[in-house]
């Protein structure tokens, strides 16, 4: 059974708006959770992570917001730009787990 | 530059074939891993390997063999493959266990 769910599986928005990307997660032992970014032909790279004590986490024009409750986290991208193009997967572990569980990706499109 | 590579970046084979997967790292990291992306679907961890010793195995067939010769090395040799393990083959490896995976470029294999 899948333990991280990204139900999108692409998203297209104009340059200059806001792209959010969304996950949902069924294990609440999950505390600490990642995104990355993946260019076609590249492995996907590390952006932003968030652990559960927090329910925000910003680095520059990519923040990282976690609701517990609803099991469910999003990453905003604002402002959008063509170079962010990408396939974004989300990932979830806890302290104890020793892995991290992804979810099957969201591929953004950024229209000039 | 990620600071884990790996070769062959492509590679097509034949069913009765035998290839191996060649992974490197140069982080000083602890912990590698063997991840296969197929279309449309969430990342597959396939091995873990902390210190050089297997730690994991997640139900791979045995035509996945992998081996971890030193901490900055990792193989999957592969034989007797069918057509539905042609997917992206990603490496990766993190400082220990609990830490977001470095990945490296991947190798897209297609399986005739």
């Known amino acids: 059974d899948q333990q991280v769910k990204q139900n999108s599986p692409s998203l297209s928005v104009q340059e200059g708006r806001i792209s959010i990307l969304n996950c949902d997660y069924t294990?609440?032992?999950?505390?600490?959770f990642l995104w990355y970014k993946k260019y076609p032909a590249e492995g996907p790279t590390f952006l932003i992570s968030?652990?559960?004590?927090?329910d925000k986490n910003e680095d520059g024009r990519f923040t990282v917001f976690l609701n517990k409750s609803a099991k469910h986290l999003s990453l905003h991208i604002v402002p959008s730009q063509p170079g962010d193009s990408a396939v974004y997967f989300c990932?979830?572990?806890?302290?104890?787990?020793?892995?991290?569980?992804f979810g099957s990706g969201t591929k953004l499109n950024v229209k000039p | 530059e990620t600071g884990v590579t790996q070769t062959p970046r492509h590679l097509v084979m034949g069913m009765t074939n035998k290839k191996s997967l060649k992974c490197e790292q140069h982080?000083?990291?602890?912990?590698m891993y063997w991840y296969k992306q197929s279309a449309k679907k969430p990342l597959e961890l396939m091995f873990v390997?902390?210190?050089?010793?297997?730690?994991e195995n997640n139900s791979v067939p045995s035509r996945f063999s992998p081996e971890c010769p030193n901490s900055s090395h990792l193989f999957l040799h592969l034989h007797t493959l069918q057509p539905e393990d042609s997917a992206l083959y990603l490496c990766?490896?993190?400082?220990?266990?609990?830490?977001?995976?470095?990945f490296g470029p991947g190798t897209r294999l297609t399986v005739l």
């Open positions: 990766a490896s993190s400082q220990d266990r609990s830490g977001p995976p470095n």
């Open positions: 294990n609440s032992m999950f505390d600490y």
């Open positions: 968030i652990s559960s004590i927090k």
């Open positions: 990932a979830a572990s806890a302290w104890n787990f020793n892995k991290f569980y």
């Open positions: 982080l000083g990291h602890n912990a």
């Open positions: 390997y902390s210190l050089e010793e297997r730690v």
